[in-house]
């Protein structure tokens, strides 16, 4: 039982490019999130997906996109990097929403 | 709307001290209250939880009570060890059910 995980771990990019951050769980949750977490900022929540097929914005949404792939994989979108998207992103899941979240990892980007 | 309010860190212990970390809460309804752990490079891991006023929720020494009447959730260990040193998350619930709402953390350094 892996949890939750997530690629990659470490990414640079430069201002302008885009990549995906993989995110997947074999718990059989229906829910995930997506969450950035800034020094002094604690972690806020980008997007998140109560169920397979349905995403919402959550408080930090924009420059990012997401994508429910299906029941266990749900993917962050950068479409043009910028120096303020360098964070560390998280994902979790939860079995329903207002149960307790569980966490991958972590990916850490820093655009320059 | 819906915040967590947590001490300022960091907290400085020496092995075998008294912890306390505060946390409170601004909340419409009643929300689910959590304390999540950060260890260095990992991802957050859930220590335990409360779902109704009077809860006690405990886990690995460990202990917070739901208070709804001073809106607090503080985090209490009696004996702390070195390898609790980490960063601790208070959380909850938000009005919708949404999503989790943090507080910013507390940096927990604990000495032998």
């Known amino acids: 039982n892996a949890g939750v995980t997530q690629t990659p771990k470490f990414q640079v990019l430069k201002t302008g490019q885009s990549m995906t951050l993989q995110c997947a769980q074999d718990?059989?949750?229906?829910?995930m999130y997506w969450y950035r977490q800034d020094p002094g900022m604690g972690l806020r929540l980008i997007y998140y997906?109560?169920?397979?097929?349905?995403?919402d914005k959550g408080e930090v949404p924009n420059g990012y996109n997401v994508s429910r792939l299906n029941k266990r994989e749900f993917s962050l979108r950068l479409e043009s990097a910028a120096p303020s998207q360098t964070s560390v992103y998280f994902c979790?899941?939860?079995?329903?929403?207002?149960?307790?979240?569980?966490f991958g990892p972590g990916t850490r980007l820093t655009v320059t | 709307g819906d915040s967590v309010t947590q001490m300022e860190g960091p907290v400085t212990l020496s092995e075998e001290a008294f912890l306390t970390i505060n946390c409170t809460y601004t909340?419409?309804?009643?929300?689910?209250l959590f304390w999540y752990v950060q260890y260095p490079g990992e991802g957050l891991q859930l220590l335990l939880k409360?779902?109704?006023?009077?809860d006690k929720g405990s886990n690995k020494g460990f202990e917070a009570t739901y208070r709804k009447e001073t809106t607090s959730f503080h985090l209490e260990k009696g004996s702390v060890q070195v390898s609790d040193s980490a960063v601790y998350f208070c959380?909850?619930?938000?009005?919708?059910?949404?999503?989790?709402?943090f507080g910013k953390g507390t940096t927990l350094s604990v000495s032998s």
């Open positions: 979790a899941s939860s079995e329903k929403m207002r149960l307790e979240q569980y």
């Open positions: 718990m059989n949750h229906n829910s």
């Open positions: 997906s109560a169920s397979e097929g349905t995403t």
């Open positions: 909340a419409t309804g009643y929300p689910s």
């Open positions: 409360a779902t109704k006023a009077d």
């Open positions: 959380a909850l619930t938000n009005q919708a059910g949404t999503a989790l709402i």
